[in-house]
C-alpha cells in the first residue's frame, strides 16, 4: 500500500483525491493539506483521508507519506515540489512544474537529489488516441513528422479578473507544447513565433489579458508544429491533435460525448463535451496510476540495493577479516553481480536516483525534463507576442538572450499579481471550481 498525501483541495484536486482513494487499488490517501480553513478536513472527510493538514510542512514530516500530488495554484508549484522531495516524497504535480526555468531547475535537481520519482500531469500522454498516435509514429507507420497540430478550446465561464499575464501560455497551451514534443519524439524546438489577443474578453485586453493565441513551433529535425488555444468555444470543451509524417497522417480527438448521432427533422446531432473532468477523467486516472507503478518500482529497486549492499558490505568485512575470504576471483565475480553497471540493482539505478532520462514503469509518463522544455516554449511565445518576433530556444531549452529573462519576470510578476488579488484564505487553494486561475487551470 502506497501512502498519498494531496495538496489543494480544488477542482482538480478533489477529482485527483477521488482518484487516490477509490480508483486506484493499493493506494490509500493517508492526508490532504490545503491553507483554506476547513478545506483539508472537508475534502479528508467526503474521501476517508485520516489526516487533514492546514499547513504543507506537516506533510513532509508524516511517515506515512510516501508520495504527494501537488494541486494547488501553478505559483505555488516549485516551491512545494522542491520542499516534498526535499523530504524523501515522491512527486506527482500538476502543470506547470514552475512558471520560471531556474524554478523548474530547481525542482528537477531536488528529485534528483532526493533519488524520488517527479512526473508532471500532462494528461493527453494517457488518451487513448494520442497513444495510439505515439505507437504509429514510434513503430515507423507515419514516418518522419512534418506537420504537428494541437489545439484547446475551453468551453467558457472564466472570470478574466482571476487570469494572470501568460496564463494561456503557461497553463492551457503548455499541454500542447507538450503534446508537440510527445508526437515528434527526439526532437526539440528552436524557433517560437505566436500571435494572442483578447477576443473573447476585448474589454480585458488592456489589462493584459491574452484568451485566444496561436503558436508555431519549429523543431530542431525540420518539423514544424502548431498550437492554438481560445478560453471560450460554445460548443463544448474540444481537444485534438494531427501529425502529418512522409509515411501517413494521425488525427486524434472529435470532441464527441459519445460515439452516438441522433438523425431528426432539424438534421444530424452529435453531443460534445463539456469539461477537461468530462473527457480526460480516464486520462486523469490513468496517469496518477502510471505515477504509482512508477513510485512502486523506485521503492522496490531501493529495497534491492539496500539489500544488496548490505550483501556487498557482508563480503568485504569477512574478506577483510579473513574470515572465510573468498579467493580474488570469486569476490570480483561477486562484486560484478551486487554493484555492477549492468544489472537491475545497481545503487545508481535511474528509477533509484531520479534519473529522469528514464521512465522506469510508467510508460510515457512526462518527466521533470518534459516539463521545463514545455515551459521554455509557453515563455517563448509570451516573449514573441511582447516583442512581435520570432524567438529563439536553445538546446537547452532555455530562451535566448534578454527576451527570455523577460518572459521569465513576466511570469513572475503575473503569479504575485494573482497572489495578491486572492490573499488570504485562497491564496494556496484551487477555491473550488473558480480556482485554477481560469480555462485553462488544472487540465
Same mark, same amino acid.
Given at each position: 500500500?502506497?501512502?498519498?498525501?494531496?495538496? /489543494?483541495?480544488?477542482?482538480?484536486?478533489?477529482? *485527483?483525491?477521488? &482518484?487516490?482513494?477509490?480508483?486506484?487499488?493499493?493506494?490509500?490517501?493517508?492526508?490532504?493539506?490545503?491553507?483554506?480553513?476547513?478545506?483539508?478536513?472537508?475534502?479528508?472527510?467526503?474521501?476517508?483521508?485520516? @489526516?487533514?493538514?492546514?499547513?504543507?510542512?506537516?506533510?513532509?514530516?508524516?511517515?506515512?507519506?510516501?508520495?504527494?500530488?501537488?494541486?494547488?495554484?501553478?505559483?505555488?508549484?516549485?516551491?512545494?515540489?522542491?520542499?516534498?522531495?526535499?523530504? =524523501?516524497?515522491?512527486?506527482?504535480?500538476?502543470?506547470?512544474?514552475?512558471?520560471?526555468?531556474?524554478?523548474?531547475?530547481?525542482?528537477?535537481?531536488?528529485? @534528483?537529489?532526493? =533519488?524520488?520519482?517527479?512526473?508532471?500531469?500532462?494528461?493527453?500522454?494517457?488518451?487513448?488516441?494520442?497513444?495510439?498516435?505515439?505507437?504509429?509514429?514510434?513503430?515507423?507507420?507515419? !514516418? &518522419?513528422?512534418?506537420?504537428?497540430?494541437?489545439?484547446?478550446?475551453?468551453?467558457?465561464?472564466? $472570470?478574466?479578473?482571476?487570469?494572470?499575464?501568460?496564463?494561456?501560455?503557461?497553463?492551457?497551451?503548455? *499541454?500542447?507544447?507538450?503534446?508537440?514534443?510527445?508526437?515528434?519524439? !527526439?526532437?526539440? %524546438?528552436?524557433?517560437?513565433?505566436?500571435?494572442? #489577443?483578447?477576443?473573447?474578453?476585448?474589454?480585458? +485586453?488592456?489589462? !493584459?489579458?491574452?484568451?485566444?493565441?496561436?503558436?508555431?513551433?519549429?523543431?530542431?529535425?525540420?518539423?514544424?508544429?502548431?498550437?492554438?488555444?481560445?478560453?471560450?468555444?460554445?460548443?463544448?470543451?474540444?481537444?485534438?491533435?494531427?501529425?502529418?509524417?512522409?509515411?501517413?497522417?494521425? %488525427?486524434?480527438? $472529435?470532441? +464527441?460525448?459519445?460515439?452516438? &448521432?441522433?438523425?431528426?427533422?432539424?438534421?444530424?446531432?452529435?453531443?460534445?463535451?463539456?469539461?477537461?473532468?468530462?473527457?480526460?477523467?480516464?486520462?486523469?486516472?490513468?496517469?496518477?496510476?502510471?505515477?504509482?507503478?512508477?513510485?512502486?518500482?523506485?521503492?522496490?529497486?531501493?529495497?534491492?540495493?539496500?539489500?544488496?549492499? *548490505?550483501?556487498?558490505?557482508?563480503? *568485504?568485512?569477512?574478506?577483510?577479516?579473513?574470515?572465510?575470504?573468498?579467493?580474488?576471483?570469486?569476490?570480483?565475480?561477486?562484486?560484478?553481480?551486487?554493484? !555492477?553497471?549492468?544489472?537491475?540493482?545497481?545503487?545508481?539505478?535511474? +528509477?533509484?536516483?531520479?534519473? #529522469?532520462?528514464?521512465? =522506469?514503469? #510508467?510508460?510515457?509518463?512526462?518527466?521533470?525534463? #518534459?516539463?521545463?522544455?514545455?515551459?521554455?516554449?509557453?515563455?517563448?511565445?509570451?516573449?514573441?507576442?511582447?516583442?512581435?518576433?520570432?524567438?529563439?530556444?536553445?538546446?537547452?531549452?532555455?530562451?535566448?538572450?534578454?527576451? /527570455?529573462?523577460?518572459?521569465?519576470?513576466?511570469?513572475?510578476?503575473?503569479?504575485?499579481?494573482?497572489?495578491?488579488?486572492?490573499? =488570504?484564505?485562497?491564496?494556496?487553494?484551487?477555491?473550488?471550481?473558480?480556482?485554477?486561475?481560469?480555462?485553462?487551470?488544472?487540465?
Amino acid at each position: 500500500m502506497t501512502g498519498v498525501a494531496l495538496i /489543494g483541495s480544488g477542482r482538480m484536486g478533489s477529482f *485527483h483525491g477521488e &482518484t487516490l482513494s477509490r480508483r486506484l487499488p493499493g493506494v490509500e490517501l493517508v492526508a490532504v493539506a490545503d491553507p483554506a480553513p476547513g478545506a483539508a478536513a472537508a475534502l479528508a472527510g467526503r474521501l476517508g483521508a485520516r @489526516r487533514a493538514y492546514q499547513d504543507a510542512d506537516q506533510v513532509w514530516g508524516d511517515a506515512e507519506v510516501e508520495a504527494v500530488v501537488i494541486a494547488a495554484p501553478a505559483r505555488f508549484h516549485a516551491e512545494l515540489a522542491v520542499a516534498a522531495a526535499g523530504a =524523501g516524497k515522491h512527486v506527482f504535480c500538476e502543470k506547470p512544474m514552475a512558471l520560471t526555468l531556474d524554478d523548474a531547475d530547481r525542482v528537477i535537481d531536488a528529485a @534528483r537529489s532526493a =533519488g524520488v520519482v517527479l512526473r508532471v500531469g500532462f494528461n493527453r500522454r494517457f488518451v487513448p488516441d494520442w497513444v495510439a498516435a505515439r505507437g504509429l509514429i514510434d513503430n515507423g507507420q507515419v !514516418g &518522419t513528422p512534418r506537420l504537428l497540430r494541437s489545439l484547446t478550446r475551453d468551453p467558457g465561464g472564466f $472570470d478574466p479578473a482571476r487570469i494572470a499575464p501568460g496564463t494561456i501560455f503557461n497553463e492551457t497551451l503548455i *499541454h500542447d507544447f507538450d503534446t508537440l514534443r510527445f508526437l515528434n519524439p !527526439g526532437a526539440e %524546438a528552436v524557433e517560437v513565433f505566436a500571435v494572442a #489577443d483578447a477576443l473573447v474578453e476585448p474589454a480585458w +485586453r488592456d489589462r !493584459g489579458l491574452l484568451d485566444t493565441a496561436v503558436v508555431t513551433v519549429r523543431f530542431d529535425n525540420g518539423a514544424v508544429g502548431t498550437a492554438e488555444a481560445c478560453f471560450e468555444a460554445s460548443y463544448g470543451y474540444d481537444v485534438r491533435g494531427e501529425v502529418l509524417g512522409d509515411g501517413g497522417m494521425v %488525427a486524434m480527438g $472529435d470532441g +464527441r460525448r459519445t460515439g452516438l &448521432t441522433f438523425s431528426g427533422a432539424a438534421g444530424r446531432l452529435v453531443e460534445t463535451t463539456r469539461s477537461d473532468q468530462e473527457l480526460f477523467g480516464a486520462a486523469y486516472t490513468a496517469e496518477l496510476a502510471a505515477f504509482v507503478s512508477a513510485v512502486a518500482a523506485a521503492q522496490a529497486n531501493k529495497k534491492l540495493s539496500e539489500t544488496s549492499d *548490505h550483501a556487498h558490505n557482508d563480503i *568485504h568485512r569477512r574478506a577483510n577479516s579473513g574470515v572465510n575470504r573468498p579467493a580474488s576471483n570469486e569476490l570480483s565475480e561477486t562484486d560484478n553481480s551486487v554493484s !555492477g553497471p549492468d544489472n537491475g540493482v545497481s545503487r545508481t539505478d535511474s +528509477r533509484v536516483s531520479g534519473d #529522469d532520462r528514464h521512465r =522506469g514503469d #510508467d510508460g510515457y509518463g512526462a518527466t521533470g525534463e #518534459d516539463a521545463r522544455a514545455a515551459l521554455a516554449i509557453a515563455l517563448a511565445a509570451a516573449e514573441s507576442v511582447r516583442t512581435g518576433k520570432a524567438v529563439s530556444v536553445r538546446a537547452g531549452q532555455a530562451v535566448s538572450g534578454a527576451d /527570455g529573462a523577460g518572459a521569465q519576470a513576466e511570469a513572475r510578476a503575473g503569479a504575485e499579481s494573482v497572489a495578491g488579488a486572492e490573499a =488570504g484564505a485562497e491564496a494556496g487553494a484551487e477555491a473550488g471550481a473558480g480556482a485554477g486561475a481560469g480555462a485553462g487551470a488544472g487540465r
